[in-house]
């Protein structure tokens, strides 16, 4: 899309997937120069978001889901 022709890898956009529900969001991240797609959504079970249907520990908040997700190598 437009908004990602130029930019780094890195570079991300996070919504609000409002089919899906209240605390479900679509994710998306450049990486090797292309969008790529990820549905981030709160696991009731597990209490915490989930990228993927993965689990990420201690996550409660979109934010904290992000900073995880800058410090994951």
């Known amino acids: 899309t437009a908004l990602f022709s130029t930019s780094e ?3 991300f956009l996070i919504r609000q997937a409002s089919s899906r529900g209240k605390d ?3 994710l998306s ?3 090797k120069g292309k969008p790529t797609h990820h549905l981030v959504a709160f696991n009731a079970d597990q ?3 989930s990228v993927n ?3 990420i520990a201690n ?3 979109v934010e904290s889901v992000i900073a995880a997700l800058r410090t994951k190598k």
């Open 9 to 11: 890898d890195g570079t």
């Open 24 to 26: 479900t969001y679509a």
């Open 29 to 31: 991240v450049i990486y």
């Open 47 to 49: 209490q915490c978001f």
């Open 53 to 55: 249907k993965k689990a």
């Open 59 to 61: 996550t409660m908040t």
